[in-house]
């Protein structure tokens, strides 16, 4: 029962929300980037940069459904794997999150549920706080739909973080970030689909659930086109991830270990990607974190016992 509260929760909690944002529109979070100040001992060269896309609760079957051109031009340069893993164990947004951010499984960092009561971030932070601690001068960034990913994972790690009640509004921050300020590394989170896989069920059959994919598609359009234009104007060299955090059920839960829920997708894009397609082995949510590592040249402490590794691209 309590792993079914735990949906029901989150779409109440982003109902509420939407009705505060109605009710008080004039304090309205702002979109527009407040850019830091160039770091006084800048030893980074800013090549390599990353952005990590989430999108809450997506299937894979339903991606590959939908009509996502701007997702499949990336596809097209990309490595990227349909079966993705994202763990059998504890199938809610706060221990799926937390697995990508942080490279390890929830019998170590402790998110069994969206409470985050076991959590162990001090012992396995994420990727974001590893960065800044590899270097301080790194300029990074979480813009999310779900405030939670900010308030409990990421929130200890000296990065920008903005939080919204809505994916349009996701979109026009990430995309004023990467055109206004000269971001490193920037996590980003959509919701919409998430919402609609609870409201009207997780199946690449259900027309709500195919338009929230392809309404998130025509969001990435700009935050897309910004990394490419940088990689033209720069010589910057973008790895760009998207993955999930769960997928679901027809019946519009995520809370056992079906195929539906825990295998997703994971699509891998550098500026060289070499021999794009798909990838001979299905990855696991846990390496994402050791990729980013190794486009940024970060080495990776055997201290910091991770369980996934970095995928060859």
Known sequence: MQQRFIPLFKQIEGVFFFLIMIGFSACEKT??????????????????????????GCRSDALQAANTPNLDQLIAASRYSWTLNRGVDYPSSGSGWSSLLTGVWPAKHGVLDNFYQGKKYGQYPSFLCRIKEANTCFKTASIVHY?????????????????????????DAVTNYLNDCNMDVVFTHFDGVDHAGHSRGFHPSIPQYIEAIEQVDAHLKPILEAIYQRERDNNEDWLVVVSTD???????????????????FGIFRTKNTANPGVLPTSPELVDIAPTIYNHLGIPIDAAWNLDGSAIAL
Not at 147 to 171: G, H, K, T
């Open 246 to 264: 769960h997928g679901g059920t027809i019946e519009g839960t995520h809370d056992d270990n079906a195929t539906e829920v825990t295998q997703v």
């Open 147 to 171: 405030a939670a990913i900010n308030d409990e994972i990421i929130s200890p790690c000296n990065a920008v973080l903005r939080d919204y009640d809505e994916d349009q509004q996701v979109r």
């Open 31 to 56: 979109t527009v980037a407040e850019c830091s100040e160039a770091c006084a001992n800048d030893n980074l060269q800013h090549i390599k940069r990353v952005l990590v896309i989430g999108i809450d």
